[in-house]
């Protein structure tokens, strides 16, 4: 999906309709609703950047609820051209021993980091803190998903998007970061600075250093094909150095 140019205020103000048209049907259903990326860490970029909203069930919760969320998650999205989840967890689900297809690890790192609650029971503090060793299961078991259900991901690699690309040299960094310093930053206007400061010395920094300002102009270099194509190898050899740094095996190359 082509993002529309939504500024921030326009984005809370989807955020707050949404809170609006899911509370009015289903108040007695949500224990909370969460916010979590850019914009609840007030770096936004309009054309750019997801909505990442999380709306939290009480356990149990019939399934015609959650049905009626996601509809109401999609309709909002095609209403403004702007992902918007959908993202529905029930409460239990945040909690061990968890769900490696709920994403929920990696979640509860960004909401302990950044996550705000906008409507509801303030559950982040008292959220669990997944361990280590935590994350690089729940990473084995989505790179092994990846491997089984999108292997076109790894053949097709020249066919990706400079969005694409950017966001794969950005996740990357991540893992790094949090793999080899403990650092959890998840901010792609933030990361390159955090990585200068705690990596300075990794081989691909320009690769870094040119996906951060990529981002930053993107509009500006959106149609350029040969940028795209130079970013797609360095995309590729991004990944392919953490994958092995990381020790997660030759077989999630990209070739």
Same mark, same amino acid.
């Given at each position: ?109 960004? /909401? *302990? @980091?950044?996550? &705000?609650?906008?409507? %509801? ?12 060793? !935590? ?26 998007? /400079? *969005? @694409?690309?950017? &966001?794969?040299?950005? %996740? ?12 959890? !930053? ?70």
């Amino acid at each position: 999906m082509e993002h529309k140019m939504i500024d921030m205020k326009k984005a809370w103000n989807i955020v707050y309709e949404f809170i609006a048209e899911c509370t009015e049907p289903y108040a007695e259903h949500i224990v909370c609703i969460l916010l979590t990326g850019s914009l609840a860490r007030g770096s936004y970029q309009p054309g750019l950047s997801d909505i990442d909203v999380i709306t939290v069930l009480c356990d149990d919760t019939p399934e015609y609820v959650t049905g009626g969320i996601s509809t109401l998650y999609d309709r909002i999205s095609n209403k403004y051209s702007i992902q918007f989840g959908p993202i529905i967890r029930q409460h239990r689900d945040f909690y061990r021993p968890w769900d490696n297809e709920l994403d929920i690890q990696p979640e509860l790192l960004r /909401l *302990k @980091a950044f996550g &705000k609650t906008l409507y %509801g029971e303030d559950i982040i503090p008292s959220l669990p803190n997944p361990i280590k060793q !935590e994350i690089w299961e729940h990473d084995l078991y989505f790179k092994n998903w990846i491997r089984e259900y999108e292997p076109q991901w790894f053949t097709n690699w020249r066919d990706w998007s /400079l *969005k @694409a690309c950017l &966001k794969m040299i950005f %996740g990357q960094a991540t893992s790094y970061l949090y793999y080899k310093a403990d650092v959890v !930053e998840y901010s792609k206007h933030a990361i390159l600075e955090t990585f200068l400061r705690y990596c300075p010395d990794f081989p691909h920094i320009q690769s870094l250093k040119k996906a951060s300002y990529l981002w930053q102009h993107y509009f500006e270099f959106a149609g350029d094909e040969g940028l795209r194509k130079e970013m797609t190898e360095k995309a590729r050899e991004f990944e392919n150095y953490v994958v092995l740094t990381l020790g997660f095996g030759e077989k999630y190359l990209i070739r």
